[in-house]
Nanobody, 116 residues
Framework: QVQSVESGGGLVQLGGSLRLPCAAL????????MTWVRQAPGKGLEWVSE????????SYADSVKGRFTISRDNAKNTVYLQMNSLKPEDTANYYC?????????WGQGTQVTVSS
């Protein structure tokens, strides 16, 4: 079974930090661009960040630029999202997938809630 497993979410105060790992089960993700997206309550999916297969090229949505850092450890088949200076508008369920996404790869996501 090919699926992502996101973890590391939780409740954090304004200005706090979290680190989200995404383990790629059943998928050798090292050859693929990996993406983090998020979905806030009542809203659609929002692209957050992505990293190329080698980990040396990253990109970010304007809303998170300068606060979030994406990285990967191909030896562990894991992608990370370091989130600093969190804001209430970052509250969402966070998911990872390849780019382009594999429909069957979507996991349950991990919920991040930022209190003000």
């Amino acid at each position: 079974q090919v699926q992502s497993v996101e973890s590391g979410g939780g409740l954090v105060q304004l200005g706090g930090s979290l680190r989200l790992p995404c383990a790629a089960l059943g998928l050798t993700s090292s050859s693929k661009t990996m993406t983090w997206v998020r979905q806030a309550p009542g809203k659609g999916l929002e692209w957050v960040s992505e990293v190329n297969s080698r980990g040396d090229n990253t990109s970010y949505a304007d809303s998170v630029k300068g606060r979030f850092t994406i990285s990967r450890d191909n030896a562990k088949n894991t992608v990370y999202l370091q989130m600093n200076s969190l804001k209430p508008e970052d509250t969402a369920n966070y998911y990872c997938n390849t780019n382009p996404p594999i429909p069957s790869y979507w996991g349950q996501g991990t919920q991040v809630t930022v209190s003000s």
